[in-house]
């Protein structure tokens, strides 16, 4: 796939992968490197200028917008909320889903026990874009949405670089379960998330540079390592070259 926005140059060129079923993928790169570009792309929100994106062999350009994005659940950097109950903001994925599937998905998602803490419960009123909630609260009711969605296809745009280390415990431990015999296709942010995944593709000046595992990668002299180093040295210039590719430690 090429693909540029408007008459820009591209930012993506002849960007070639496959994931299979059930596998977990982590994309590392630079900011502003395509990651979530491909995003994009997949959730049909812009066209290649060429090549073909499929979705189960079937060309997502043959697809309705709904059948595509039916089968792709997603978990953005920052949550998607709206103003509204708690209960709505969750079953805006499935509106037809019953109290029960509700709550078995936030308590997944580890959200049951905070929203029980409000007077009205699963009735509370949020605010727009969740005004009443933490940054921790809000992920994990993003990721009660997901759960209850069930789609084959999970892309995470990993949310937990701006929590405290208990939210952050929490949000990724409702993450492990969401991505639970799930294809998944992650945005990291962290390197102790990369460290899980089946693969990385790294990127770099919109191609895809490297394909491999954890283990492989961390034996080259790509991308990954680079980032393993500069996590090691852990000095401040270290740090401030993490954040070149969106890693915060």
């Not at 805006?92 to 929203?115: G, L, M, Q, S």
Request: negative net charge; glycine residues 8%.
């Amino acid at each position: 796939v090429t693909f540029g926005y408007d008459n820009d140059p591209d930012v993506l060129s002849d960007v070639n992968f496959e994931i299979k079923r059930g596998e977990r993928v982590a994309f590392v790169g630079e900011s502003g490197g395509g990651k979530t570009t491909m995003t994009s792309l997949l959730l049909g929100l812009y066209t290649p200028r060429s090549g073909t994106i499929r979705v189960f062999d079937e060309d997502t350009a043959e697809m309705s917008i709904s059948q595509l994005r039916d089968s792709i659940g997603v978990v953005f950097q920052e949550a998607s909320l709206f103003s509204g109950t708690i209960r709505e903001n969750i079953s805006y994925a499935r509106p037809d889903a019953t109290d029960e599937e509700i709550v078995t998905a936030a308590k997944k998602a580890n959200a049951d026990k905070f929203i029980h803490g409000f007077h009205d419960g699963y009735d509370t009123l949020i605010g727009e874009r969740g005004l009443k909630l933490s940054g921790g609260q809000k992920q994990r009711i993003s990721v009660a949405r997901a759960i209850l969605k069930d789609a084959e296809i999970l892309v995470l745009d990993e949310a937990t670089s701006a929590l405290d280390t208990r939210s952050e415990r929490l949000v990724q431990a409702g993450l492990e379960t969401l991505m639970e015999n799930r294809t998944s296709l992650i945005i990291a942010h962290r390197l102790s998330t990369i460290a899980n995944v089946d693969r990385i593709i790294t990127l770099k000046d919109g191609r895809v540079d490297e394909v491999g595992t954890p283990a492989e990668l961390a034996q080259t002299d790509g991308i990954y390592a680079t980032l393993l180093a500069l996590q090691n040295e852990g000095t401040k210039k270290a740090k401030s070259r993490l954040k070149k590719y969106d890693i915060s430690h």
